[in-house]
């Protein structure tokens, strides 16, 4: 009974984590690319906000700053919005499917959340908890294959637009999905070769301890072609920055959703910016020593030790995320030779070359 | 023991309903898709019997399986793509000529 | 097998049905999806780890994202012709039960000769990790390894040559935009 009730509060934890960490997203993007392209950005909705209620009386201030920060716009705002507009399906396709459609472009995203730790083990009451809802030896694999079951919500999305559009975005996505995934797969390999494990709770671990006697053993020092591959490879899985061809709104409306509207199309930009954050997650578990703080050794076991990995852990992941928005921010959309060439002639070759660097490399040593 | 029949006898029920559907689909991509699901019902079967040997041969060769069923797929569909170039048509009855 | 591990199989066959009872080729696909999803999920029931995670990357993820891709480019209507008569199922369901139940005999007798305890202790080493599967892979199975890799070669090159289209003189628009396939 204890167990049930600690693996639902993990649950519950662990997709709120996810869903902050995706709303966190959409508010950096609005008020990020304003930023960036020299605009003030959402800035009225509930700034201006007066009322009598006592109860509202003391936290007034704070609303009116989330609103002048366009917290409250992007976050509440759009979300009321998109429940009451209508919700359009097109004629001659599955309203089964078309309805189904964004629930499975979401759901591998949040199960792969699953398999991630978000802090250090710690004992509570005398009962060890672990940080993650799915403690499985394959975790990283895990990661991978929800990755490629999520092809499926957007193939299934641009086949029920039923128009030329959607269904180019659709074929768009999974070649370019099932394209950067291979290299995915291979610095995953290679990181694999270097901590000797697929666990990724087992990965962090290693990464407390120093190589050459000063340098954290941290995956971006030992493998620093992978974080790029994967950091390229995970910009081109989210569909986003230099690489959304499949939504490309100058070419194709807006891609495999074109015909969406109302909360399905919340759902996809929720997947998306949940994804975001996967792969800020990835990256910080991975190859940024996860909850680790470089020369500190956190005393084991303990409960405060753990929030504060955990902090640790937030901290480097929100950093991941404005990294990927400012990136897309930043650069220009690639055209789609360029983004297949880039993938299977330079990213592929790469990891490939990186992969069996690393196994002589750990042959030797 | 009785437990892990039960999937050799699910894998025997998803086979029968693959090989039904050989015989009686007539769009080519729905036959191989229906091999594809009788090659699972012999994976499943495999696995069930390395759980009973108590060794990994089972998996290994349901490893081996997947791997074939990969090539497979990619010649399997390139040539029902080269036939439909051929005959504007999957079905395997429009298909019925031996040179064109 | 417990609740949830016969649920999983439940799906697996109402999702197989609905592959070969589905006229429309594209749901037959989804419905195919869906049952190499659940047999993945009786692979982990059955603790083969590492095959139930590489059957949802394997299968799912690229088996039958190039079969949708398929199907999408050729946007296929649903099977014409007239309805498959009940008798022709029949026969078909019939003629495929006995041919499955014919291997049953044997197997039932092979595994009627071990004792409950031997099963017991094999189930309990037969855990399909990672590492376990690897070590197979790698040394007893080094040969046959090298050679999957070849045929996986092979039908990568198959595939390009089937694929590819011959001919693809395509002549230059009049407006000066040169289609083709470079």
Same mark, same amino acid.
């Given at each position: 009974m204890f167990e049930l009730l600690v693996l639902l509060i993990k649950v519950g934890f662990v997709l709120n984590i996810a869903l902050v960490l995706g709303s966190l997203c959409t508010w950096l993007e609005r008020k990020g690319s304003a930023l960036i392209q020299d605009r003030v950005g959402a800035n009225r909705a509930g700034a201006f906000v007066e009322s009598d209620r006592w109860y509202l009386k003391p936290i007034l201030p704070v609303i009116r700053m989330m609103g002048w920060l366009g917290v409250i716009n992007t976050l509440l705002c759009d979300s009321l919005k998109g429940l009451w507009k209508e919700d359009f399906v097109p004629e001659g396709t599955s309203k089964f499917l078309h309805a189904v459609a964004p629930i499975i472009a979401v759901m591998?995203?949040?199960?792969?959340?699953?398999?991630?730790?978000?802090?250090?083990?710690?004992?509570?009451?005398?009962?060890?908890?672990?940080?993650?809802?799915?403690?499985?030896?394959?975790?990283?694999?895990?990661?991978?294959?929800?990755?490629?079951?999520?092809?499926?919500?957007?193939?299934?999305?641009?086949?029920?637009?039923?128009?030329?559009?959607?269904?180019?975005?659709?074929?768009?996505?999974?070649?370019?999905?099932?394209?950067?995934?291979?290299?995915?797969?291979?610095?995953?390999?290679?990181?694999?070769?270097?901590?000797?494990?697929?666990?990724?709770?087992?990965?962090?671990?290693?990464?407390?301890?120093?190589?050459?006697?000063?340098?954290?053993?941290?995956?971006?020092?030992?493998?620093?072609?992978?974080?790029?591959?994967?950091?390229?490879?995970?910009?081109?899985?989210?569909k986003r920055g230099p690489f959304d061809l499949p939504e490309a709104e100058s070419e194709l409306a807006a891609g495999y959703f074109t015909e969406y509207s109302g909360m399905k199309f919340l759902l996809f930009w929720l997947g998306e910016f949940c994804e975001i954050a996967l792969f800020a997650l990835?990256?910080?578990?991975?190859?940024?020593?996860?909850?680790?703080?470089?020369?500190?050794?956190?005393?084991?076991?303990?409960?405060?030790?753990?929030?504060?990995?955990?902090?640790?852990?937030?901290?480097?992941?929100?950093?991941?995320?404005?990294?990927?928005?400012?990136?897309?921010?930043?650069?220009p959309r690639f055209r789609y030779d360029q983004l297949m060439n880039l993938g299977w002639k330079l990213l592929l070759p790469v990891s490939l070359a990186n992969l069996v660097l690393t196994a002589i490399v750990k042959v030797l040593a | 023991m009785s437990s892990v029949l039960t999937y050799v006898g699910l894998s025997m029920v998803l086979f029968v309903i693959g090989a039904v559907g050989v015989c009686l689909r007539r769009n080519a991509i729905v036959v191989f898709m229906c091999i594809e699901m009788m090659l699972n019902a012999v994976?499943?079967?495999?696995?069930?019997?390395?759980?009973?040997?108590?060794?990994?041969?089972?998996?290994?060769?349901?490893?081996?399986?997947?791997v074939i069923a990969a090539a497979e797929s990619a010649i399997g569909l390139a040539i029902i793509l080269s036939v439909f170039r051929n005959i504007e048509s999957v079905e395997t009855t429009d298909a019925g000529q031996l040179k064109w | 097998m417990n609740v949830i591990s016969f649920l999983i199989g439940m799906t697996a066959v109402v999702s197989g049905i609905c592959v070969v009872g589905l006229r429309n080729p594209l749901f037959s696909a989804f419905a195919l999806v869906v049952n190499l999803l659940a047999v993945?999920? &009786?692979?982990? @029931?059955?603790?083969?780890?590492? &095959?139930?995670? @590489?059957?949802v990357v394997v299968y799912a993820g690229a088996i039958m994202v190039l079969v949708l891709f398929v199907l999408m480019l050729l946007n296929l209507k649903s099977e014409s012709g007239r309805r498959l008569g009940f008798v022709r199922c029949a026969t078909a369901l019939v003629v495929g039960c006995m041919v499955v139940m014919s291997a049953l005999p044997p197997i039932l007798a092979h595994f009627s000769g071990m004792s409950s305890s031997t099963v017991s202790d094999n189930m309990m080493s037969s855990v399909g990790t990672v590492q376990a599967i690897g070590r197979e892979l790698y040394t007893k199975y080094v040969a046959q390894f090298e050679l999957a890799s070849l045929v996986l070669l092979i039908g990568i090159v198959g595939a390009v040559m089937l694929a590819k289209r011959k001919n693809v003189e395509l002549a230059p628009r009049p407006g000066g935009l040169v289609g083709g396939s470079k």
């Open positions: 591998p995203i949040m199960l792969a959340f699953a398999v991630l730790p978000l802090a250090p083990d710690f004992y509570l009451f005398g009962y060890r908890i672990h940080p993650r809802v799915a403690p499985i030896d394959a975790g990283l694999l895990f990661v991978l294959a929800m990755g490629s079951v999520a092809v499926y919500g957007v193939a299934i999305a641009g086949w029920t637009g039923n128009n030329k559009f959607s269904l180019l975005g659709a074929l768009r996505a999974a070649a370019q999905m099932i394209s950067y995934e291979l290299p995915m797969g291979l610095v995953f390999v290679a990181l694999i070769v270097v901590y000797g494990t697929l666990d990724v709770y087992s990965i962090v671990e290693q990464q407390g301890d120093l190589v050459l006697g000063f340098l954290p053993k941290w995956g971006v020092f030992m493998q620093p072609v992978g974080f790029v591959v994967l950091l390229l490879a995970g910009m081109a899985e989210t990835l990256l910080a578990l991975l190859f940024f020593g996860g909850w680790q703080i470089p020369w500190v050794q956190l005393p084991e076991g303990v409960w405060w030790a753990a929030l504060l990995g955990h902090f640790v852990l937030m901290t480097k992941v929100v950093f991941f995320c404005v990294l990927q928005i400012v990136i897309r921010w930043t650069l | 994976n499943l079967a495999f696995v069930a019997f390395s759980k009973l040997h108590g060794n990994l041969d089972g998996q290994v060769a349901v490893f081996f399986v997947m | 993945a999920g &009786l692979y982990a @029931s059955l603790d083969a780890h590492f &095959l139930a995670v @590489s059957q």
